[in-house]
Each structure stands twice: as structure tokens, then as C-alpha cells.
């Protein structure tokens, strides 16, 4: 599982951030996850706690947010959502497509104070 | 308490990673030494497709290898007795290698006289299609045990490299892997890909690899020395 290593790279970033700023208490953090990257939402989700023992981040809630994956047809100009149809466009058949998003994972916002 | 705010950060993880691949992509352009990023499944004939480059460019070009792919130096050792220089890099159960575990890599490896480095990637299909190490050129290899229905599960992978070598051909009969099929799926997916179909056991379709390997390092150095006289002319 290579969950742990990015999580706990994402913590670093976030107290570098923290510090950076002056930021003494970090109530949340907000990560935006696309639907086809290889992480999973759940074993970050699961990893959190654990990237984040004995840190300055210890006790921060972790949100997620899941970004859909989609297409937009190179024949027709139709979006349509990856999972959903993966062997083509479901307007036209077309199979050239550009990806417009869902390999996303980005920290997006923290609760502070 | 109630003097909490949202502070925006947008910043996408992968950044740091990407930024470090590309600085070790540019050093390694204007040094003219070629990376060659090699992943597969666990079993596909890494070690043994290698063993049979190593051979088939002997007394041509130098190669080094980096083994990433779980921590026994059984691969290293067996690469190393061909005749190229090997290490075993120690990932301590990581599932991908980055650019700077590959920069780490290189430097342990030295890389002196050396014309091309093939960095035996973690045999994993998911988190090493995600992570640059900073290589010239990505390849991966499917065996054909593995079936041709891959592409559909680990698109990821299929859509970053620019190579696919289709091993172990000469069981072909054995199993229901359909070339044309495989070759349409990755199509979909990545239409710049090559597909060279090996057998790593029979050497067959061996010439073919080793002749698009001298093909990209020598494209590669030649715009190495394009760079070196550009910067002789200041
Ligand atoms: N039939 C057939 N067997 C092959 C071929 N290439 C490799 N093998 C066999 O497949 C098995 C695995 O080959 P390796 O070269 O060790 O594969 P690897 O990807 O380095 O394996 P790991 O390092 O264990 O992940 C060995 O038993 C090889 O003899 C091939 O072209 N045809
Ligand atoms: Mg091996
Ligand atoms: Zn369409």
C-alpha cells in the first residue's frame, strides 16, 4: 500500500504550511482526491491517524473529497464520466477523448485558527 | 474559539515530485546518459528480458541497472555476473520509487562511462504509472500469462509509457492472449505506445528491442551534444 508514504508527505506539507503562517491549530484539513488516481480515499482516510502520531498535526480531522473523472469526446464534444463508460463516448461511440480531470490529488483547504 | 477560518492551500501533491523528476530528467539530457523506467507485474521476465539486453549489446554500449524490485539481491547479482553494473536499491517495502529515491539510486549505482541505466521498477501496475523518477523513456512489460484484458484495469499505466514488450510469446498457444485484441485496447488508450512482442526464453524479437533501445539513447545523446555545442557557442 503506498497510501502512508503520500499522506505523510501531505502532513509534511501541511505543517510546513501551518508553520510558515503561524498557525497553531490546524482543526481540519480538506484533500480533493480524483476518482482515477491510484489513491483510495479510504486507506488515507485509514493511514491519517498514523502519519500524523505525535506531530504538531496529531488530532487534525481529515475531509475528502472525491473529483469525478471525466472525458470530453474528441468527435462530438460530449463530457461523460470515465467509470461509467470506459470503451467510448456514450453519444457517438467515438473513442478519442481527452481526460478533463480525476487524477487530481490536491490539498485544498485547512480549518484554522 | 470561534476564530477559525478556511484557509485555501491548492497544492497538489504530486508537485514536488514532478518538479525533482524534471530537474533530474534535465540533468541526466544534458549529460547525455539515457534512463530507461522499466515496470511490470511481479513475474513478467524482468530480470530475464535483461539478462538477454545486457547480451545482446555487450561491447556496444554500457549499461547499469538499478533494481528496485523487492529487496533480495538475487536479481542484482544475477545482472551483475552478465556484465553490468548493478545494485540493489533497498525500498523498504515502498510500493512505487520516486525521482529522488531514483537520483539516490544513480548516485550509489555511479554512473560514469555508462550509456544508458535500466531502473527495474517495483513490479506493481498501479502506484509506479503515477510517480515520474525522472526517466528519458518509461516501458513496461506484460506477459502474456498476465492476459490482454490489462489495459482495461490498470489504464493508468498503459496511457504513461512509451513502450510495451508482449513477453513470454512463445506461450502463445497456451493461453487466450489475442495480440490484435491487446493491441486495439492500448490503442484506445495510448496511441504513441510501441508493442514489441519478446520471448525473453527463446530470444525472439530480441533484435527488435535492442534495436529501439540503441535507437532512443542515441537520439538522446545526440540532443545531449546539440545542448553541449549550443553551450560551447557562449
Ligand atoms: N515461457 C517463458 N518463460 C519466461 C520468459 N521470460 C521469463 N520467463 C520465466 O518466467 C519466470 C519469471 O521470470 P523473471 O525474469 O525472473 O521475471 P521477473 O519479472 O524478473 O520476476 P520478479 O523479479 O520475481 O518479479 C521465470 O521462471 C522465467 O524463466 C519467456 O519469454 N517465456
Ligand atoms: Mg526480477
Ligand atoms: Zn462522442
Given at each position: 500500500m503506498h497510501e502512508l508514504g503520500v499522506v505523510m508527505e501531505v502532513a509534511k506539507v501541511v505543517e510546513d504550511f501551518a508553520r510558515e503562517r503561524g498557525?497553531?491549530?490546524?482543526e481540519k484539513l480538506v484533500l480533493q482526491i480524483g476518482e482515477?488516481?491510484?489513491?483510495i480515499p479510504a486507506y488515507v482516510q485509514d493511514c491519517w491517524p498514523c502519519a500524523v502520531?505525535?506531530?504538531?498535526?496529531?488530532?487534525t480531522r481529515l475531509e475528502i473529497e472525491v473529483l469525478p473523472g471525466n472525458a470530453v469526446c474528441g468527435a462530438c464534444g460530449a463530457v461523460y464520466r470515465l467509470l461509467e463508460h470506459r470503451e467510448g463516448c456514450?453519444?457517438?461511440?467515438?473513442?478519442e477523448r481527452e481526460l478533463l480531470s480525476g487524477r487530481e490529488f490536491l490539498i485544498k483547504e485547512i480549518l484554522a485558527c | 474559539m470561534d476564530s477559525f477560518k478556511v484557509i485555501e492551500?491548492?497544492?497538489?501533491?504530486?508537485e514536488g515530485n514532478e518538479r525533482r523528476a524534471g530537474e533530474l530528467r534535465a540533468e541526466l539530457g544534458r549529460r547525455g546518459l539515457f534512463l530507461l523506467n522499466l515496470m511490470s507485474s511481479p513475474g513478467s521476465g524482468k530480470t530475464t528480458t535483461l539478462l538477454r539486453t545486457i547480451e545482446a549489446l555487450r561491447g556496444e554500449l554500457d549499461l547499469g541497472v538499478l533494481e528496485?524490485?523487492?529487496?533480495?539481491d538475487v536479481d542484482a547479482r544475477a545482472v551483475h555476473e552478465a556484465g553490468a553494473r548493478a545494485i540493489q536499491l533497498?525500498?523498504?517495502?515502498?510500493c512505487h520509487l520516486d525521482a529522488e529515491m531514483t537520483r539516490r539510486g544513480l548516485e550509489a549505482l555511479?554512473?560514469?562511462?555508462?550509456d544508458c541505466v535500466i531502473l527495474e521498477n517495483i513490479?506493481?501496475?498501479?502506484?509506479?504509472?503515477?510517480?515520474?523518477?525522472?526517466?528519458?523513456r518509461s516501458a513496461m512489460i506484460l506477459s502474456v500469462?498476465?492476459?490482454?484484458?490489462k489495459p482495461l484495469k490498470y489504464p493508468h499505466m498503459f496511457e504513461v509509457v512509451d513502450l510495451v514488450l508482449v513477453n513470454k510469446i512463445d506461450a502463445l498457444p497456451l493461453f487466450d492472449f489475442d495480440l490484435g485484441r491487446f493491441r486495439e485496447r492500448l490503442a484506445r488508450l495510448n496511441p504513441r505506445a510501441r508493442v514489441l512482442p519478446v520471448s525473453a526464453k527463446t530470444g525472439e524479437g530480441m533484435g527488435a528491442w535492442a534495436d529501439w533501445l540503441r535507437g532512443e539513447i542515441g537520439s538522446w545523446k545526440l540532443a545531449a551534444g546539440r545542448r553541449g555545442q549550443e553551450g560551447g557557442r557562449l
Open positions: 498557525i497553531s491549530k490546524v482515477l488516481s491510484a489513491m502520531d505525535g506531530g504538531s498535526l496529531e488530532g456514450p453519444a457517438c461511440a467515438g473513442t | 492551500i491548492k497544492k497538489s501533491v504530486f528496485a524490485d523487492i529487496d533480495s533497498h525500498t523498504g517495502g515502498m555511479g554512473t560514469e562511462g555508462l513490479g506493481n501496475l498501479i502506484c509506479t504509472a503515477d510517480f515520474d523518477t525522472g526517466a528519458s500469462p498476465e492476459g490482454d484484458d
